[in-house]
């Protein structure tokens, strides 16, 4: 257990390190390129970097442009299949999609044809979020989609949350292979209902708009478990965070999970239009926004500041 003392020499550390490291970081970008294959995403700024965390206590430590903007994409992922737990129970929504990373791409449907029966295999890649977004309880698209934002403002302690309107659009109109996948998974008997009105809840949670300080929000209620440690409530039952942070170690990083285990050691979730939400389990919360994105899809100097902090840290959980 970490000592009083020695958690303040950590903050205090981090204090005064994080804008260096920050700053370091963020020329990474030239490596990098904004997600441009949902048009509206191709507007973020390519240099931007920010990192917000919190802890049980609820003091924060910021860096860099911690008041963009910007949405969950994939990381909102992380929170429908919790919502789908929650709603169905574990034998329900693993009927649907497995517990396997693919060691392919986000949005590739390669292995849905190759390994029967032909389920997504995990919930974090395309595939698998469309069949969890099918599981969401709802009688309508709309109510469906309402609860999810409903759970997500709860989870960020935001009320404000909201979807980018024109992300949605841009996402609606450009999804073809989203559209294709979710066809061959009706084909398969993974989706039920209406393809559309399935796909509709997938593109609205993906657009749903965030700071990184909403996402260190959400990271620290995973990061105590489920239950909040600023107000005690208990939000998500323990045996499910575990299921979505065992996961985010195994798959939150797409194909670069692997290496984002070894070189960082922490559950994180990125999405394309340049989030990470990860978390020092059992300490802090911790949200990042850099838009720059890596042959992978991950933010090229989020990456290398989480790489940076947690090698001075000894943050790694294994
Ligand atoms: N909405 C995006 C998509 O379906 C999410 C992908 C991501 O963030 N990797 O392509």
């Known amino acids: 257990m970490t000592s009083a003392h020695q958690y303040s020499n950590e903050w205090d550390k981090l204090n005064q390190q994080l804008p260096k490291w920050l700053e370091q970081s963020r020329e990474q970008y030239v490596n990098g390129k904004v997600a441009s294959y949902i048009p509206e995403l191709s507007k973020a700024p390519i240099n931007a970097l920010g990192i917000h965390m919190i802890d049980s206590y609820g003091n924060h430590i910021t860096a860099g442009e911690t008041k963009l903007t910007f949405t969950m994409q994939s990381i909102s992922k992380v929170f429908t299949l919790l919502l789908a737990l929650m709603d169905n129970g574990k034998d329900v929504v693993f009927d649907k999609v497995g517990m396997e990373p693919t060691g392919d791409s986000f949005n590739s449907m390669l292995k849905l044809e190759l390994v029967q029966p032909g389920i997504p295999f995990n919930p974090l890649i395309n595939a ?57 998974l009706k084909d398969n008997g993974v989706l039920k ?51 979505a942070k065992t996961f985010m170690v195994t798959c ?17 979730k990125s999405g394309v239009a340049g989030g990470i939400l990860t978390m020092v389990p059992g300490k802090y919360g911790i949200g990042i926004v850099g838009p720059a994105l890596n042959a992978k ?22």
């Open 252 to 268: 939150g990083m797409y194909n670069a999970s692997g290496e984002f285990a070894i070189e960082v050691g922490l559950p994180a």
């Open 193 to 243: 209902g209406n393809v559309d009105d399935v796909l509709d809840v997938y593109f609205r949670h993906c657009s749903i708009l965030t700071t990184s300080s909403d996402l260190a929000r959400m990271a620290l209620v995973l990061a105590y478990d489920g239950t909040d440690p600023i107000t005690g409530i208990s939000l998500v039952p323990r045996q499910y965070v575990q299921i």
């Open 128 to 184: 698998g979020a469309i069949a969890i977004s099918s599981l969401i309880a709802g009688g309508s698209p709309e109510e469906k989609s309402e609860r999810v934002l409903q759970f997500f403002r709860k989870l960020s302690f935001n009320d404000t949350l909201t979807y980018d309107k024109a992300v949605y659009h841009s996402e609606a109109e450009s999804a073809d292979l989203n559209r294709s996948m979710a066809y061959f």
């Open 297 to 318: 899809g991950n933010s090229i100097a989020g990456v290398h500041l989480l790489t940076t902090m947690s090698r001075e840290m000894d943050w790694s959980i294994f």
